[in-house]
């Protein structure tokens, strides 16, 4: 007998420093800047200056989330996917392909949640947020009590200047070549250049299925979100090279998973994560 059990799910925003990977598609390869697999927030520039300012003190040039004007040189550089329908399929010949966000009510989960929606733009709730990760990308911190920014970071809605899309890369899994991966539960939004003109790259990890996401719903759930986001942000306070944690929001959605392997499927809370 399958047992049905209630999960929350959420959303993260990750900060990272680059590191330099190769991404393969269509029998070629592309040096690009790649992080971990979350909602992200990517270092592309390499300016060495940054901004600094104690908790709470307000950053000249800062604004809000919602006002921020995106850039997408990636889009615009690289090539692009032909086909605009989001299904999961090969992809050869292209660096990305276009996905917009699925917003957190758009459960895909009815065979066992029924066509019923499980959450709802008002079930949306910010639970954990970085100050200092806001800072490094001039973003007013009263982002976080916006509801239209916690929108955008739950994937429920995106921004005139965003340019949503998954990446397309091939690697390495368990020793072996596994062809085309791709950035299966991970939609970039666009670019980000702050007062000092660094430029990041914001993904949020969570925001639904992409032509990458092979047999799974592209969805995150908020037990190990919290992890994520925690970590994340530990080791950069430790001093360690790593992915910034922007925002995790718990979206109130359910989500489907069979946590041991073993039959036993539980519907779990949703979360959108960042990065």
């Known amino acids: 007998m399958v047992e049905v059990s209630s999960h929350r799910g959420s959303a993260t925003c990750f900060c990272s420093l680059p ?32 901004i600094s300012s104690s908790l709470g003190e307000k950053i000249p040039g800062a604004r809000l989330l919602e006002e921020v004007e995106f850039e997408n040189s990636f889009v615009d550089k690289l090539p692009a996917d032909p ?7 090969p992809v050869r ?23 019923k929606k499980t959450s709802s733009e008002s079930s949306l709730q910010m639970v954990a947020w970085s100050s200092s990760c806001a800072r490094l990308l001039g973003i007013d911190d009263s982002s976080k009590e916006s509801m239209r920014t916690i929108s955008v970071l739950a994937g429920a809605e995106v921004t005139p ?55 799974a719903d592209g969805r995150a759930v908020m037990r190990s979100s919290v992890r994520e986001f925690l970590c994340s942000e530990a080791m950069y306070h430790l001093g360690v090279p790593t992915t910034r944690a922007l925002s995790l929001v718990a979206t109130g959605a359910g989500v489907v998973r069979d946590q041991f392997y073993d039959g036993q499927v539980q519907v779990r809370k949703r979360a959108d994560f960042p990065t």
């Open 19 to 50: 590191r330099v990977g190769t991404r393969a598609f269509g029998g070629g390869s592309l040096r690009v800047n790649r992080l971990n697999q979350h909602i992200r927030i990517a270092m592309v520039s390499t300016d060495k200056t940054s």
């Open 83 to 89: 086909e605009e329908e989001v299904y999961v399929r």
């Open 93 to 115: 010949g292209a660096a990305y392909s276009r996905v917009i966000p699925t917003p957190p009510w758009v459960d895909d989960q009815s065979e066992y949640l029924g066509k």
């Open 161 to 215: 200047t965003m340019k949503p899309y998954a990446q397309c890369y091939g690697g390495h899994q368990f020793g072996s070549w596994a062809d085309q991966l791709g950035d299966g539960r991970v939609i970039n939004l666009g670019e980000v250049v702050n007062e000092k003109g660094e430029k990041y790259e914001i993904q949020l990890k969570g925001a639904g299925k992409t032509p990458y996401s092979r047999s």
